[in-house]
């Protein structure tokens, strides 16, 4: 029990270092870009990671035809060589 205790405690201390970091990175290029007259992502990490994960419970086949579909749409050519 002793050894799930410590892994969740170096997970937690390397997940709030993400965070931190992460916030750091995202006040300098808010700096930057309010500088230039820009704007950034407005989204944090945290967010991020702790939004729902949508399911998708499409076959492969549909989402290998799905990419194709967008790809041409895109102008991506000839579908043949996939």
């Not at 309010?34 to 992502?41: E, L």
Request: hydrophobic content about 35%; glycine content about 6%.
């Amino acid at each position: 029990m002793q050894y799930y205790k410590s892994q969740y405690l170096l997970y937690a201390k390397e997940k709030t270092y993400r965070y931190y970091t992460a916030d750091c990175l995202q006040a300098a290029a808010n700096n930057s870009a309010n500088f230039v007259g820009g704007t950034q992502i407005k989204t944090s990490l945290r967010e991020l990671m702790s939004a729902p994960i949508e399911s998708d419970d499409n076959e492969a086949a549909d989402i290998i035809a799905d990419l194709i579909e967008k790809t041409q749409a895109l102008g991506g050519g000839n579908s043949e060589c996939i």
